[in-house]
T-cell receptor
Framework: GAVVSQHPSRVICKSGTSVKIECRSL??????MFWYRQFPKKSLMLMAT?????????EQGVEKDKFLINHASLTLSTLTVTSAHPEDSSFYIC???????????FGSGTQLSVL | LAKTTQPISMDSYEGQEVNITCSHN???????ITWYQQFPSQGPRFIIQ???TKVTNEVASLFIPADRKSSTLSLPRVSLSDTAVYYC??????????????FGTGTKLQVIP
């Protein structure tokens, strides 16, 4: 099936710094990508929908200035956690819809730990 | 968006067939049903997708009754490596529209030796 590559897989940062997470569709074009957050033993929570060439659509309660999303090309979306705090520590996952296969594929996730 | 309801957890012995049922009473005409598997600290992995009746692939079968208000994922002869969380998603994924997909609670399957 299609491959979605997400990097880094794990990042540890100091409080107050910013962290960028990349999500790439390797063998298909993705006009729409989704970003999720997942706490231990909980389900995935949709944070935002990333649309190529336009602004992301954020879910209620998700701060757009805190979680900056850029979808500059058909194969790359980035999530930047700005001025990270310990409560931002979580598992972040991206996904992309492959129109050719009519399915949603997920990245391997990024474990963010803010000290 | 159709809300889904699944059992929180299930236990099964190795070698048995496991059936996980998902309820989606307000499924829309254009919605497909998709199942994903997730291991700890990994992204969800696609298992199977269907619209109606029965779909089978190399790892699972998906049974969807005529009213489409529920679906059942069937895993034949499970092994310890099938221990994971299984999510049922309902949405208009193939349409090409900007339809967001939200996850329910999922079912934690524990396979016992």
């Amino acid at each position: 099936g299609a491959v979605v590559s997400q990097h880094p897989s794990r990042v540890i940062c100091k409080s107050g710094t910013s962290v960028k997470i990349e999500c790439r569709s390797l063998d298909f074009q993705a006009t729409t990508m989704f970003w999720y957050r997942q706490f231990p033993k909980k389900s995935l929570m949709l944070m935002a929908t990333s649309n190529e060439g336009s602004k992301a659509t954020y879910e209620q309660g998700v701060e757009k200035d805190k979680f900056l999303i850029n979808h500059a090309s058909l194969t790359l979306s980035t999530l930047t956690v700005t001025s990270a705090h310990p409560e931002d520590s979580s598992f972040y996952i991206c996904s992309a819809r492959d129109r050719g296969h009519e399915k949603l594929f997920f990245g391997s996730g990024t474990q963010l730990s803010v000290l | 968006l159709a809300k889904t309801t699944q059992p929180i957890s299930m236990d099964s012995y190795e070698g048995q067939e496991v059936n996980i049922t998902c309820s989606h009473n307000n499924i829309a005409t254009n919605d497909y049903i998709t199942w994903y598997q997730q291991f700890p600290s990994q992204g969800p992995r696609f298992i199977i997708q269907g619209y109606k009746t029965k779909v089978t692939n190399e790892v699972a079968s998906l049974f969807i009754p005529a009213d489409r208000k529920s679906s059942t994922l069937s895993l034949p002869r499970v092994s310890l490596s099938d221990t994971a969380v299984y999510y049922c998603l309902v949405g208009d994924i193939p349409s090409g529209g900007y339809q967001k997909v939200t996850f329910g609670t999922g079912t934690k399957l524990q396979v016992i030796p």
